[in-house]
């Protein structure tokens, strides 16, 4: 597919990176030569220096032959005028556009049309989605939901007071006493798909899948006893603040927020009555002390700046808070991460970017798409949930007669309102929905690319 990617910073970059590993044609479009170059050397792509609301330069890029433009420059303004633009030049180009700020939330919405826009995303608010889930399971490092809410997949670290320490996975069961699925488990760097006879260690990180419900019991038959968050501590005044405020605010939770710019201050004390605006530097161990952080049920650091974030969460961690998250805006050192023991880690750009790539593939696929996509284990696994159509191969076939690809693991099947957990002797009809892993190179497009040919 020919794509134009309108923007090359953070989540451009990253964008790049995935789309052009699935084989897609790319040409990036960016004000500075510099960065442009850094990617022409990594990937197989072409590059157009300019301004990309330009009619011109989007000429120079080939739009009227492209069949996505994707604009994620800084400027929400530069990425609706990009996609307006590249909408009068070709009727039938699918657009998508970042957008930040707020004030142009219900606009865009109602507008959509006029803006020539397929597809909005705001990383900003989908991170603070993603925290206000967290929050409700602090044991959980990461949560990703499928089936509307009725499955889930889990992060979980083992410490080394924990009930799954040194255990075998065939002896998971008489400890928890549910039904999990321990599909992967990350340790140092690797990830590993397990056997029975895997044995989980100190450090280790364990990926599951069930329902809310049963992880629930598996919290419960760990020990590991789940706070109802009532206050919360943000540590900076920017959007994904604002957003989580919000949200935070409306379910009776007590916020205090602390930001150093004063004139945001106001703007927050202004939009956000409820909340407790402090004028600080969030950095500062007087006043996190002043301002009650051991007593905080959660402290989340969403500062611009990764160390300012990471050196806040250590701090907080000391005080003895019970869930600590921190925000990235790179995730490429996980094992930094692991090491400092930093809570959940939580970066926008990869929630934006895994978003836009399921619409990308949504594109190839008109039918049998993938109905969601996530990266897990530090990007080194894919989950992805298919629904099974007319289309699908082996329907009513057991699992255990059928052949998937390498490195290809069914997960989940979820039929109405009830999941399982799948063995050999399950099987799948039209109409249910597969959550399916993969880990490896090989993309998985739709439903029946799992199959051995």
Not at 173 to 193: E, G, H, M, P, W
Not at 227 to 253: D, E, F
Not at 303 to 313: A, P, V
């Amino acid at each position: 597919m020919r794509i134009i990617i309108a923007g090359d910073g953070k989540v451009g970059s990253t964008l790049t990176r995935k789309l052009s590993a699935e084989g897609h044609d790319l040409t990036l479009i960016d004000s500075k030569q510099r960065v442009l170059d850094t990617s022409i050397e990594r990937y197989d792509v072409m590059a157009v220096n300019g301004n990309c609301a330009s009619m011109e330069i989007l000429k120079q890029a080939k739009v009227m032959n492209a069949d996505l433009l994707i604009a994620v420059t800084n400027a929400d303004e530069v990425n609706l005028l990009c996609c307006m633009t590249a909408h009068s030049l070709n009727k039938n180009i699918h657009t998508i556009a970042r957008i930040r700020n707020p004030e142009y939330s219900n606009q865009v919405y109602k507008m959509q049309d006029v803006f020539g826009l397929s597809l909005s995303v705001n990383p900003e608010r989908q991170a603070a989605v993603e925290i206000e889930r967290l929050l409700k399971y602090p044991a959980f490092l990461r949560r990703d939901t499928f089936a509307k809410g009725r499955v889930e997949i889990v992060e979980l670290r083992v410490d080394e007071d924990s009930k799954l320490c040194n255990v075998a996975l065939n002896d998971l069961n008489n400890i928890i006493k549910c039904q999990v699925l321990v599909f992967a488990v990350r340790r140092n760097d690797s990830v590993v798909t397990p056997d029975g006879n895997f044995v989980l260690r100190e450090g280790d990180h364990i990926f599951a899948t069930a329902s809310p419900q049963t992880l629930t019991l598996l919290l419960k038959n760990l020990g590991i006893i789940t706070h109802k968050t009532k206050r919360v501590i943000l540590c900076g005044g920017g959007r994904v603040s604002y957003y989580l405020a919000q949200a935070l605010l409306k379910t009776g939770i007590t916020v205090q927020l602390i930001e150093k710019d004063k004139d945001r201050c106001i703007e927050l004390a202004n939009e956000l009555p409820e909340a407790c605006i402090v004028h600080g530097d969030a950095s500062s161990q007087h006043l996190l002390q002043s301002e009650g952080i051991s007593e905080a049920d959660a402290v989340i650091t969403l500062t611009g700046l990764d160390e300012m974030n990471m050196i806040i969460s250590l701090y907080a961690k000391k005080c003895g808070v019970r869930q600590v998250i921190t925000k990235v805006g790179h995730i490429d050192n996980n094992s930094i991460h692991d090491s400092l023991g930093l809570g959940s880690i939580v970066c926008p750009k990869e929630l934006c970017c895994n978003n836009i790539v399921r619409y990308v593939r949504a594109m190839e696929n008109k039918t049998g798409a993938a109905l969601t996509v996530h990266n897990i284990a530090d990007g080194q696994a894919e989950a992805l949930e298919f629904r099974v159509d007319e289309e699908t191969l082996h329907c009513g076939e057991l699992l255990k007669n059928i052949k998937t690809r390498k490195n290809v693991l069914i997960v989940s099947i979820t039929r109405g309102n009830k999941t399982e957990i799948p063995n050999g002797d399950s099987s799948f009809e039209i109409g249910d929905g597969i959550i399916i892993v993969t880990s490896g190179n090989a993309v998985i497009h739709q439903l029946n690319d799992i199959f051995e040919k």
